[in-house]
Nanobody
């Protein structure tokens, strides 16, 4: 069994910053990609950023230049630093991991609310 615990969400004003964390525990041998998704009210889930085990990153256009994804393999933890947050970033943010077996697991979600 694998558990993901997210933290770091909250409410900020436009231009502010937040750092999300997602720690994985349980029956983990090795984690391949670690991702952050988000779902805004009335919208489809969106991939925000992804990071490979080696550290290669990719970002949604909406996140480029403002968000930074990173990971600590020793702690099985992925982070998302979000700078210059805007009201359109308001969403529930979810981490997802994929193990080397191909199994995927999701976090419970953490709410980010940005006011103008």
């Amino acid at each position: 069994q694998v558990h993901l615990v997210e933290s770091g969400g909250g409410s900020v004003q436009a231009g502010g910053s937040l750092r999300l964390s997602c720690a994985a525990s349980g029956s983990i041998f090795s984690i391949n990609p670690m991702d952050w998704y988000r779902r805004a009210p009335g919208k489809q889930r969106e991939l925000v950023a992804t990071i490979s085990r080696s550290g290669s990153t990719n970002y949604a256009d909406s996140a480029k230049g403002r968000f930074t994804i990173s990971r600590d393999n020793a702690k099985n933890t992925v982070y998302l630093l979000m700078n210059n947050l805007q009201p359109e970033d308001t969403a529930a943010y979810y981490c997802r991991i994929m193990l080397v077996t191909g199994a995927t697991f999701w976090g419970q979600g953490t709410q980010v609310t940005v006011s103008s």
